[in-house]
């Protein structure tokens, strides 16, 4: 099993590889989209440094549903702060300009989650749901409603539009081996590893204004994901997202993800965190901490392809720890390599595997889900067109435009 020499002798290795592999196929958008997801049903504030323990051991901080508590926090009767105050049914946004979340004197936004306060991209997304809850809160009149609506039309693109791009084909259903009994639960080869995948996702900067012909080109508008987009500050009008460079809103589309694949670009290894900047080496060692299986166990158990030594591009790493690595594989970097393998526009079989079964798993066990209590459900006119509704429909809508 990988050891911390092992580990940063690997983190060394991936740092070492140059230049990022733009996606053809996954909007910008869908890496701060997965973000979102996580911080919805995953969190774990134990320091990664401490010593392993069962995954049963673990705490999580949210709830193991896709039930937007990161947004909505206990609701407006235990946490009216997040709500307006004479007007419950509405999440609290601060007027601007620019529109940006409430925050308290010292900037701090006041959420359900402060990770969504991370960088301005997933802000600024936690900050468009906020805008999608009222303006429907709006038309029924009644929080309930409003955040059932909102549920149903989030577990929607779960299902039928995050799932399908970053899965492809690689996993189309139905679940074999994810069943919650008990209760639903997050497993830890998916929190640990499987659904971190979108790091390397993440481009090492952004455009973020409507402005270049073509879309993958940053432009005068770029900016650095660190310090240009750092979170944990007031919104300014010079970092205010135009969401048409991050999803599918206008005929010569968005910018494009970086590739699903062993690269992460370099601001993930200089991240402004005191405790580990390196954000691989953070994943490596929590994963190590959990006691994860490696990639050839796990891939085994499940019947999926080995890769091969090739596959692992590992020849950099110096022996004995490039043979321990090769034997044993930490299952993140693992799923890496065969999304890397697979062409990097998708995971791969067994990443593919984990997650889809756990995020459709989770959607089609919540008794309050649409897909337990009405099957046969399907977007209405937020989507313009019965049966269709994408995040570009949730951004027109939540923009106060007209579906589409």
Not at 193 to 205: D, E, I
Not at 262 to 284: I, Q, S, W, Y
Not at 301 to 319: F, N, Y
Request: net charge negative; with cysteine.
């Amino acid at each position: 099993m990988a050891d911390v020499p092992e580990i940063d002798a690997l983190v060394k290795t991936m740092e070492a590889r140059h230049g990022i592999k733009q996606s053809e196929t996954i909007p910008a958008g869908f890496t701060y989209l997965g973000q979102f997801i996580d911080h919805d049903i995953t969190f774990d504030p134990t320091s990664f440094g401490t010593r392993a323990r069962q995954p049963r051991n673990t705490v999580n901080r949210r709830t193991p549903r896709l039930d937007l508590d990161s947004l909505y926090g206990g609701g407006p009767a235990l946490q009216p702060y997040l709500y307006e105050k004479h007007n419950l049914r509405r999440l609290l946004l601060d007027p601007g300009p620019p529109l940006d979340l409430p925050r308290n004197d010292e900037d701090v936004a006041l959420l359900g989650d402060r990770r969504n306060d991370e960088n301005a991209i997933i802000s600024q997304l936690h900050l468009l749901f906020a805008q999608f809850h009222n303006r429907i809160a709006d038309d029924l009149g009644s929080f309930e409603k409003a955040r059932k609506r909102v549920l149903r039309h989030y577990h929607w693109i779960v299902l039928h539009e995050y799932l399908p791009t970053v899965l492809g084909d690689a996993w189309t259903g139905p679940r074999k081996h994810f069943e919650p009994k008990g209760g639903p639960f997050i497993p830890a080869e998916f929190s640990g590893a499987a659904f971190r995948f979108g790091h390397s996702m993440v481009r090492p900067s952004y455009g973020i204004r409507a402005l270049p012909l073509d879309p993958d080109q940053p432009g005068e508008d770029a900016l650095p994901l660190f310090p240009g987009l750092e979170g944990f500050q007031k919104l300014d009008a010079i970092r205010r997202i135009d969401w048409e460079r991050f999803f599918e809103l206008a005929e010569r589309g968005p910018q494009h993800a970086s590739k699903i694949d062993t690269r992460l670009p370099g601001p993930l290894f200089a991240l402004p965190f005191d405790d580990e900047p390196a954000l691989a080496r953070r994943t490596l060692l929590r994963g190590k901490k959990l006691g994860l299986p490696s990639g050839q166990t796990l891939a085994h158990a499940l019947r999926k392809p080995a890769l091969t030594d090739e596959d692992l591009r590992l020849e950099e790493v110096a022996e004995p720890m490039r043979e321990t690595l090769t034997r044993s594989t930490p299952l993140w970097y693992w799923i890496l390599c065969e999304a890397e393998k697979a062409g990097g526009e998708h995971l791969g079989p067994l990443g593919a595997l984990i997650v889809g079964e756990v995020l459709t798993g989770l959607i089609e066990t919540d008794e309050t889900s649409f897909v337990q209590r009405d099957p046969g459900w399907t977007p209405g006119i937020l989507g313009g067109t019965p049966g269709e509704f994408s995040m570009a429909s949730l951004v027109r809508y939540a923009q106060g435009g007209e579906p589409f």
